[in-house]
């Protein structure tokens, strides 16, 4: 019991309490009227201009969390499947991998432009966006966990006559599945800003769009609600990643608990 | 009856220079055989051999008159480290060996399951490997061996990572279980006594290339006596066998 509360206070109450700081210094900030409101509007006024747009808000989140799906489903599918492949042909692995990696050195914000100029303003360039995003921590992630499988234990399993598949499905993709929720968790966060991202390039619909807008606007307490708004979505995800990955590796839980010596 | 027979084995890696010469080994049903050795002195690759991971240059591999060499499947093995999949159940675990040779599930886990009490490792079948004691993970090892083939099994130092007490209570368990299910075994060690303890016979394995030196017979009534290390029967067994390493 008493270890469970100091749990709580741990992870729940202290984050709670430096959150609430935060937020008292701001309040008190922009009340003392040291801050102009224009220039940093209060929490308040935050609130009340994401409660007045909430309607149309929800309305551009759904677009942005669809392009974000979408690109996750497929970016998932294209890391999987080149990671395999890269598990399995080591020749394709040297080929492949200096340019996985030398694709990842060009930042997001110098390729959107380029892929909205090629595939027009609808939710294609955002996805496939996404999709480049979302691949790499993929792929990396689940090669380093195939790879990092004890070779005495593929042996064990082919002296049991375990074909190759078989050696895949039972010992290498469950050994690799922490792997892969790092690098789904780095994933899906980043795929909500590179959405956002990409919005903001062209397109006339999701929080991007929205956020583009309201700058010109000059309206920043809208600003401050959606950016709020799209930490608050990337953090759901990041929760839901976590729920997905306890479900699936309920042994995790024991063996953090007690690692006994081999 | 002769159950496993290893006829002029001769292996090398690179073909140059060989592991294993002329190696010749049987295994009679039921029997439990040492092989003794210095590390390094080629008997895991021996176990290799045998198991059929690896192709010998010379030589077969004879499971009840028929040549298994370099095929797997056929032989049961088993290493120091227990090799439990830290993301399966035990009886999961257990159940490995049934389940790649396609036993539906939940047949695999019933079987495996049957024999959790004999083995000593009764109401551990939900557990994962990383709650169970070092020595309890041995012994779900070993009925994933026992599993995997009742025709044979190679041990390699399958108590060597364990405790002092932890192996002497693993040894008891050992041959009580081993006089139950009549396991054809050979075993690896570099620990005299426990070849004493355990075997029937030992094969004393050394130079280079790995040769079997000698042979000695245990002849001793199983179960061992109750304290039977510290007899003098024991002592003579254990100075033959140093006079015969050096």
């Keep these: 019991m008493n270890e469970k509360l100091r749990s709580i206070i741990n992870k729940t109450l202290l984050p709670v309490a430096a959150l609430l700081i935060v937020l008292g210094v701001w309040y008190v900030v922009c009340e003392s009227g040291s801050v102009p409101q224009f220039l940093l509007p209060s929490p308040q006024a935050v609130w009340q201009a994401f409660l007045k747009d909430r309607q149309l808000l929800m309305k551009h989140a759904r677009v942005t969390l669809t392009e974000t799906f979408i690109g996750l489903f497929f970016g998932i599918i294209i890391g999987f499947l080149s990671a395999v492949v890269m598990d399995r042909f080591s020749i394709v692995r040297k080929m492949l991998y200096p340019l996985i990696i030398i694709t990842q050195t060009i930042p997001t914000v110098a390729i959107a432009p380029l892929l909205v100029l090629w595939l027009g303003y609808k939710m294609l360039p955002k996805i496939v966006l996404i999709v480049l995003i979302v691949f790499f921590p993929i792929a990396i992630g689940l090669l380093e966990g195939f790879q990092s499988v004890d070779a005495d234990t593929v042996n064990l399993m082919r002296s049991m006559g375990a074909k190759r598949l078989q050696i895949f499905r039972i010992v290498k993709m469950p050994s690799a599945l922490g792997h892969f929720f790092s690098g789904l968790k780095i994933s899906v966060s980043y795929a909500v800003v590179g959405a956002v991202l990409a919005e903001w390039l062209g397109g006339t619909e999701g929080l991007g769009c929205y956020m583009t807008r309201v700058r010109k606007a000059y309206a920043y307490d809208k600003m401050f609600a959606v950016i709020i708004l799209i930490s608050v979505i990337s953090l759901l995800m990041i929760w839901l990643t976590d729920m997905l990955q306890k479900s699936l590796m309920p042994w995790e839980k024991v063996n953090k608990k007690r690692r006994l010596p081999t | ?246």
């Design chain 2, 1 to 246: 009856m002769t159950a496993l027979e290893v006829k002029n084995v001769t292996f090398s890696y690179d073909n140059v220079t060989p592991v294993l010469e002329n190696i010749n080994i049987t295994l009679n049903k039921g029997e439990l055989v040492c092989l003794l050795g210095v590390s390094g002195g080629g008997k895991t690759t021996l176990f290799n051999v045998i198991a059929g991971l690896n192709r010998p240059q010379q030589g077969q591999v004879l499971l009840n008159g028929e040549d298994i060499t370099g095929s797997t499947g056929k032989i049961s093995y088993m290493l120091q480290k227990d090799m439990l999949l830290p993301f399966r159940t035990v009886v999961d675990n257990v159940a490995l060996p049934l389940i790649l040779r396609g036993v539906p599930k939940r047949r695999a886990r019933q079987t495996a399951g049957s024999h959790f009490a004999q083995f000593g490792i009764e109401g551990t079948q939900k557990q994962y490997p990383a709650e169970l004691s070092g020595g309890m993970r041995q012994r779900a090892a070993m009925l994933r061996t026992y599993l995997f083939s009742g025709e044979a099994a190679l041990l390699d130092e399958p108590f060597s990572a364990l405790d002092t007490l932890t192996k002497s209570e693993m040894h008891r368990w050992y041959l009580r279980v081993m006089d139950e299910i009549k396991l054809s075994t050979i075993f690896i060690t570099h620990d005299i006594d426990e070849a004493i303890l355990l075997s029937d016979r030992i094969y004393l394995l050394g130079g280079k290339p790995g040769t079997i030196t000698d042979e000695i017979v245990i002849r001793e009534p199983k179960p061992r006596q109750e304290d039977f290390n510290l007899t003098e029967d024991f002592l003579r067994y254990k100075k033959l066998i140093i006079s015969k390493i050096r």
